[in-house]
């Protein structure tokens, strides 16, 4: 572990303890003061998707408090739910709430953005389709009265801000609804190859197997038993569900447990989505796109950073790379990508290890 994950992950953790199956939650900063001349107008929301990973963190840890003040802005931080209990599908249908989450949510909806009304927020949800919309935020305090009727942006780093994008192309942000105006996206887009699940009936298949509700020997058609399966996982606490999931080797670079082609919320491989011919449902969505400091640091050691990669190590890591996110013309596709990410002119440096998403968010 590098010394900036550690110290990342150290300052994080102990804000991460206290962990609840009832977790959807929102926190709302507002400036204590308002300029005199946004006291009768409407103040720019921001909303902030955590990321990292799909598979943990949350909203708390993060303070709009100091960003609302200086910005003149309300800046709401969201929990989503993670993981197995958020992102468990077969096939092209979404299963949520796999064992008991508290308040109960429609098993179909999607996972992104699950909201009930809270003290001072009114907020109306979609439930089937999981086309959670944002209609109104309000807000009273000390006299002062504000209206927001939209969300301004949208803004998450890594699992965050493929989230984010993802909804960019949805037709829930198709123009004449539109849900918010902006984006920005830090570390991570929809393009990213860990954005969305690959095989996730495999994943469901195998929680399922560690479970012990669903047989090893199991038919091909187990989708005809899927209701009887699902009752089962339910029989389970939280904890038999995770330790299941952690028994499962999803490759490097991919996720398990990630969105899915739903055909509702996501109605396309994002590759088809960002294509210009669908190019009208985010046109005029402003897009702000760049890096958070240290993005890659989870993936190298500190060894790593202070001494560098080894050839073999690093053709080991570009093979890994390689082989789990391409089916054909493999070693071609190697030698393409060391050739251009090698500085030729002072070869010793070595590769970039990481091949941005962003980039291709652009090309």
């Not at 993981?83 to 008991?100: A, C, D, E, K, Y």
């Not at 429609?106 to 089937?128: A, I, Y």
């Not at 398990?256 to 190019?279: M, T």
């Not at 796109?289 to 050691?301: E, I, K, N, R």
Request: charged content about 20%; overall charge neutral.
């Amino acid at each position: 572990m590098s010394a900036q994950r550690f110290d990342y992950v150290h300052r994080l953790l102990p804000k991460l303890k206290h962990q609840s199956e009832d977790c959807l939650y929102m926190n709302l900063f507002v400036p204590e003061r308002l300029e005199s001349s946004q006291r009768d107008s409407q103040l720019p929301v921001l909303v902030v998707v955590h990321g990292d990973e799909y598979g943990w963190n949350a909203g708390s840890p993060y303070n709009g408090s100091i960003l609302a003040s200086h910005g003149q802005i309300l800046v709401v931080t969201l929990n989503y739910r993670l993981g197995v209990f958020g992102q468990l599908s077969n096939s092209t249908t979404p299963l949520i709430n796999v064992v008991n989450p508290g308040p109960r949510i429609p098993r179909k909806m999607r996972v992104f953005f699950m909201f009930w009304e809270q003290r001072h927020l009114r907020l109306s949800v979609g439930t089937d389709n999981a086309q959670c919309c944002v209609t109104s935020i309000r807000w009273r305090s000390q006299g002062c009265h504000v209206i927001s009727t939209n969300l301004d942006a949208f803004a998450g780093w890594g699992s965050g801000a493929s989230l984010v994008s993802l909804l960019m192309a949805s037709p829930l942000t198709q123009p004449g609804r539109r849900l918010f105006r902006r984006a920005i996206l830090l570390d991570g887009t929809a393009l990213a190859p860990w954005a969305m699940a690959h095989n996730p009936q495999q994943y469901f298949a195998q929680v399922a197997e560690n479970l012990g509700c669903l047989s090893r020997n199991r038919s091909s058609t187990f989708n005809d038993n899927i209701d009887t399966t699902l009752r089962c996982m339910q029989d389970h606490p939280a904890d038999n569900v995770t330790k299941a999931v952690q028994a499962i080797e999803i490759p490097t670079f991919l996720s398990g447990f990630a969105p899915i082609v739903d055909g509702q919320l996501i109605p396309n491989s994002p590759r088809i989505s960002f294509s210009p011919q669908y190019g009208s449902l985010f046109r005029e969505i402003d897009l702000l796109v760049g890096f958070s400091s240290h993005p890659a640091h989870y993936l190298l050691s500190n060894e790593d950073l202070k001494s560098g990669l080894s050839k073999e190590r690093r053709q080991k890591i570009f093979r890994t790379l390689v082989r789990n996110l391409y089916e054909y013309h493999r070693s071609e596709l190697l030698a393409a990508i060391i050739n251009e990410y090698t500085d030729w002119e002072n070869p010793r440096v070595g590769v970039l290890l990481f091949v941005f998403p962003e980039q291709f968010f652009f090309d």
